[in-house]
C-alpha cells in the first residue's frame, strides 16, 4: 500500500462490498469504495467480466481491467446455478453492500433481489445501476452509455451544427453512474450506521446524464430555448473555446472585464479592445463566429506554448489541448503523485490513475491491480462458510511470466494424454508440440462454452510449460475443423446484452489464443465456420486440404453479427474486401481460394495433409524463439491498437427479432424469415 496509511485508518475500513458489475458502472463505483479502504469482493461468472476480453493486454492480461478493478478481490460464482445462489446468499449475508449493474429484474429472477436479501441482512444496501431506471416505461430495455447521452440530451449540445450529434469521448454516463451510485451507497451506509435499515440505491445512465444539463434545463424552464451544438465554445459567453495555434490548439476563457482586456493585450490586439461591438461577454458570443475567426488570424501565428505564457502573465484563464499521453505525464500530474504503480507480483509495476479524492488525513488506498480471475474463490467462500462450487471449472488463479517458463500452483495441467474433464477436447503433448483436438465430430465439432473455457486452459498450458514449442488445433474427423458455436445455447439468450457478453467470452478465449507465446497452428480439414473460423484465424498458421471450406454464412443462418475483436482478426489475416464478401454473400471459401488470397499457407490432398503439418512444425521447433515470438507480438499489437466500441452493434444484432426466430428455426429445422427487424 502507497498512500502511507494503515487499512485500518481508511475512511471505509470494516465495510465489506459484494459487486455483481460488469464493463463501467459498477466497477467504477466499487473502484471508488475501494479507494476509501472498502472490502470489494468481485463476484464474476466462470467466464469473466467481459471486461477482461477488452484490450490492449498486458501478458494476456486487459489493461483497462487492472485499473478499473484495482484494490478489489475476485470471486468466481455461476449465479445460474443453486449452489452459486446459495453462495452469494453467504457472502449477502456478511456484507454491507451489494452492488450490481444487470438489467433490471434480473437479480430478482435468481432470487438475489433486494427483498430476498434483506430477510437474512435486513441492514444490507443494495445499490443497483441501470441504463434507464429500475422502474418506468424503459426499464426493461438495454441501454449503453451511448443510449443514455443520446436520451438525456447530451449528444444533441456536442459537436457542431455540421457535425451533427456527437457522443462524449469518454463513457460519461456510464463513469457519472458509477460515481453516483458510490455517493448514493455512503449517504445510505450513513442512514443506516444513524439507526435506519438498509436500503435500495437506484440510479440509471439516463439520469445521470441529465444532472449534466445545469445550463439547458435553465433556458428551458426559464422560457428560453435549450441550446444546441456550439462544438467547444460556451453555450452563451465569448469568447470560451477551443483555439487553433500554428501548432496545435489552445483553450481560452476571457468572459470578464478584466480577463477580456488581458486576452486583447497579450495578443497585442487593442483594436479588438476597442471595439464596441465586442464590449460585453453577451455581445461578444453574439458575434462569436466573426470574432473567432478574427482571433484565430493572430493566434494560428503563434505556438501553443507563448500562447499560454501570454495570457497566464495577463491573467487569462488557459491551457492547452493535450492528447491522453501528455495529459498523462504533464508535470502537474506528476507532481501531485497522481499516477501511481500498483505492485503485481508477475508483472511488476501496473501504472494507475489516482483517486481524485485527496483526504489530508487518511489518503486513499493504493494496493492492488485488477485481481486474476477467481484468484480469492476458495478462501473467501471459506471465510463466509460458503462451498465452492467452482473448484476446477473457474479460470486460473495465477498467471506466470511469459517467456520464462514459471508456473503456478494453481494452474493444474491436464493429463499428459486424454480428454479434458466435460470438455469434448483431447489435450496431448508430444515432442514439444501441444495438440488440442476438438472431439464432437457428431456435431461437426461445434463449440459449446465448455470447450471455449478448455481451449483458454490449454493455451495457458501452452505458455506455461516450457517444454512446448508449438501449440496444433485441429478437429476430430474428416468433415470439420470446427462448425461454428452449438446454437443451442443462444435459446437461453432475452435480450442483445447477452449477445454481448457472449460476444466477450468468445473474444477472450480468440484473443488467448493470439496472445500464445509459441507458434500456433490450425489444421483444417472440412468445415471452418463461424465461431471455427475466428478460431483459425487467431493462429498464426493454417494448413489445410482439398475438403476445407471456410465461411461466415451467419447472413444467412443466424442474423446476428460478428464482434470488431474477429471482424479484425479477418482484416488483417484476409482484407476487408474479402471479409466483407464472405459476411455479405454469406458464401465459402473453397482451399486453393483461401491460399491464393494468404489465409492458408498450404493445401494439399487429404492424404498429404499430416505430413505437411509435420514438416511446418520441424521447421517451427528449429528457428529462433525469441525471433518468432517478436514477430507474433507486433503483429498482434498492430491488429488490437485501434479496435473500436461495438457493443451497441453486438447488442442491436443478437437483440433482433431475426436473431430470435432463426435460432427457433434452427431447432425445428426450418428456414428463417428476416423481417429486419
Given at each position: 500500500m502507497d498512500s502511507g496509511t494503515a487499512p485500518a485508518a481508511l475512511p471505509l475500513h470494516g465495510t465489506t462490498v459484494i459487486e455483481v458489475g460488469v464493463f463501467m458502472a459498477a466497477p467504477f463505483a466499487a473502484m471508488q469504495l475501494a479507494d476509501l479502504g472498502a472490502r470489494v469482493i468481485k463476484v464474476e461468472p466462470p467466464a469473466g467480466d467481459p471486461t477482461r476480453a477488452t484490450g490492449p493486454f498486458v501478458d494476456g492480461e486487459s489493461s483497462p481491467f487492472l485499473r478499473l478493478n484495482r484494490n478489489k478481490e475476485s470471486v468466481v460464482l455461476d449465479l445460474k446455478s443453486d449452489a452459486g445462489v446459495a453462495a452469494f446468499r453467504a457472502l449477502a449475508r456478511g456484507a454491507d453492500v451489494v452492488l450490481e449493474n444487470l438489467r433490471p429484474g434480473a437479480m430478482g429472477r435468481l432470487g438475489l433481489g433486494p427483498e430476498e436479501l434483506w430477510r437474512d441482512n435486513p441492514g444490507l444496501v443494495y445499490a443497483s445501476g441501470s441504463g434507464w431506471g429500475q422502474d418506468g416505461p424503459l426499464a426493461d430495455r438495454p441501454g449503453l452509455d451511448i443510449m443514455a447521452q443520446a436520451r438525456s440530451g447530451l449528444m444533441a449540445v456536442t459537436g457542431t451544427p455540421e457535425s451533427g450529434p456527437v457522443k462524449a469521448g469518454v463513457p460519461v454516463c456510464d463513469l457519472t453512474c458509477g460515481l453516483y451510485l458510490a455517493l448514493g451507497v455512503l449517504a445510505a451506509l450513513r442512514h443506516r450506521d444513524a439507526g435506519g435499515g438498509g436500503q435500495r440505491v437506484d440510479v440509471s445512465l439516463l439520469e445521470a446524464g441529465l444532472s449534466y444539463t445545469i445550463w439547458e434545463a435553465g433556458k428551458f424552464f426559464g422560457g428560453a430555448e435549450a441550446g444546441g451544438r456550439t462544438g467547444s465554445a460556451h453555450q452563451s459567453q465569448a469568447p470560451y473555446q477551443a483555439l487553433r495555434a500554428r501548432d496545435g490548439w489552445v483553450t481560452a476563457g476571457a468572459i470578464t472585464p478584466a480577463t477580456w482586456t488581458g486576452f486583447c493585450r497579450a495578443l497585442d490586439r487593442p483594436d479588438l479592445l476597442a471595439d464596441e461591438r465586442y464590449a460585453t461577454s453577451a455581445d461578444r458570443f453574439a458575434l462569436r463566429e466573426e470574432l473567432i475567426a478574427d482571433i484565430e488570424r493572430t493566434t494560428a501565428e503563434r505556438d501553443v506554448r507563448e500562447l499560454v505564457e501570454a495570457w497566464t502573465a495577463h491573467g487569462v484563464p488557459c491551457a492547452p489541448i493535450l492528447e491522453p499521453r501528455e495529459a498523462l505525464t504533464d508535470p502537474q500530474v506528476t507532481e501531485r503523485?497522481?499516477?501511481?504503480?500498483?505492485?503485481?507480483?508477475?508483472?511488476?509495476?501496473?501504472?494507475?490513475?489516482?483517486?481524485?479524492?485527496?483526504?489530508?488525513?487518511?489518503?486513499?488506498?493504493?494496493?492492488?491491480?485488477?485481481?486474476?480471475?477467481?484468484?480469492?474463490?476458495?478462501?473467501?467462500?471459506?471465510?463466509?462458510?460458503?462451498?465452492?462450487?467452482?473448484?476446477?471449472?473457474?479460470?486460473?488463479?495465477?498467471?506466470?511470466?511469459?517467456?520464462?517458463?514459471?508456473?503456478?500452483?494453481?494452474?493444474?495441467?491436464?493429463?499428459?494424454?486424454?480428454?479434458?474433464?466435460?470438455?469434448?477436447?483431447?489435450?496431448?503433448?508430444?515432442?514439444?508440440?501441444?495438440?488440442?483436438?476438438?472431439?464432437?465430430?457428431?456435431?461437426?465439432?461445434?463449440?459449446?462454452?465448455?470447450?471455449?473455457?478448455?481451449?483458454?486452459?490449454?493455451?495457458?498450458?501452452?505458455?506455461?510449460?516450457?517444454?512446448?514449442?508449438?501449440?496444433?488445433?485441429?478437429?476430430?474427423?474428416?468433415?470439420?475443423?470446427?462448425?461454428?458455436?452449438?446454437?443451442?445455447?443462444?435459446?437461453?439468450?432475452?435480450?442483445?446484452?447477452?449477445?454481448?457478453?457472449?460476444?466477450?467470452?468468445?473474444?477472450?478465449?480468440?484473443?488467448?489464443?493470439?496472445?500464445?507465446?509459441?507458434?500456433?497452428?490450425?489444421?483444417?480439414?472440412?468445415?471452418?465456420?463461424?465461431?471455427?473460423?475466428?478460431?483459425?484465424?487467431?493462429?498464426?498458421?493454417?494448413?489445410?486440404?482439398?475438403?476445407?471450406?471456410?465461411?461466415?454464412?451467419?447472413?444467412?443462418?443466424?442474423?446476428?453479427?460478428?464482434?470488431?475483436?474477429?471482424?479484425?482478426?479477418?482484416?488483417?489475416?484476409?482484407?476487408?474486401?474479402?471479409?466483407?464478401?464472405?459476411?455479405?454473400?454469406?458464401?465459402?471459401?473453397d482451399a486453393e481460394d483461401a491460399r491464393a488470397a494468404g489465409f492458408v499457407s498450404a493445401v494439399t490432398a487429404p492424404e498429404d495433409l499430416e505430413e505437411k503439418v509435420a514438416d511446418t512444425l520441424r521447421r517451427i521447433l528449429s528457428q529462433a524463439p525469441i525471433t518468432m515470438w517478436a514477430a507474433k507480438e507486433l503483429t498482434r499489437r498492430l491488429r488490437r491498437s485501434g479496435l473500436p466500441d461495438d457493443g451497441d452493434v453486438v447488442e442491436r444484432a443478437f437483440g433482433s427479432a431475426d436473431f430470435a426466430a432463426a435460432v427457433r428455426a434452427f431447432g425445428t429445422g426450418s428456414t428463417p424469415e428476416w423481417t429486419g427487424r
Open positions: 503523485d497522481f499516477i501511481w504503480s500498483a505492485r503485481d507480483p508477475e508483472l511488476g509495476e501496473v501504472r494507475q490513475l489516482g483517486s481524485p479524492m485527496r483526504l489530508s488525513g487518511t489518503p486513499a488506498r493504493r494496493d492492488s491491480p485488477g485481481p486474476r480471475l477467481g484468484a480469492h474463490t476458495g478462501a473467501v467462500l471459506r471465510e463466509f462458510g460458503a462451498v465452492d462450487h467452482t473448484e476446477g471449472h473457474r479460470g486460473t488463479e495465477g498467471r506466470k511470466k511469459r517467456m520464462a517458463g514459471e508456473t503456478t500452483e494453481a494452474r493444474t495441467a491436464p493429463e499428459e494424454h486424454g480428454a479434458a474433464p466435460d470438455t469434448d477436447l483431447i489435450v496431448s503433448a508430444e515432442d514439444g508440440v501441444l495438440t488440442v483436438t476438438f472431439d464432437r465430430p457428431d456435431a461437426r465439432n461445434a463449440m459449446t462454452s465448455q470447450m471455449y473455457e478448455g481451449l483458454f486452459q490449454a493455451c495457458e498450458r501452452a505458455d506455461a510449460d516450457p517444454e512446448v514449442k508449438a501449440l496444433v488445433l485441429r478437429g476430430a474427423g474428416a468433415k470439420a475443423f470446427v462448425a461454428g458455436s452449438d446454437i443451442r445455447e443462444f435459446e437461453a439468450f432475452s435480450s442483445g446484452e447477452d449477445g454481448v457478453a457472449y460476444e466477450a467470452r468468445i473474444s477472450r478465449v480468440i484473443n488467448r489464443i493470439e496472445d500464445v507465446d509459441v507458434p500456433t497452428v490450425a489444421v483444417v480439414r472440412g468445415y471452418c465456420v463461424g465461431g471455427g473460423l475466428a478460431i483459425a484465424t487467431a493462429c498464426d498458421l493454417r494448413l489445410a486440404d482439398e475438403t476445407a471450406r471456410f465461411g461466415v454464412p451467419i447472413a444467412r443462418t443466424l442474423g446476428n453479427c460478428l464482434s470488431a475483436n474477429t471482424m479484425s482478426l479477418l482484416h488483417q489475416r484476409l482484407g476487408p474486401a474479402r471479409t466483407l464478401d464472405l459476411l455479405l454473400r454469406a458464401d465459402f471459401l
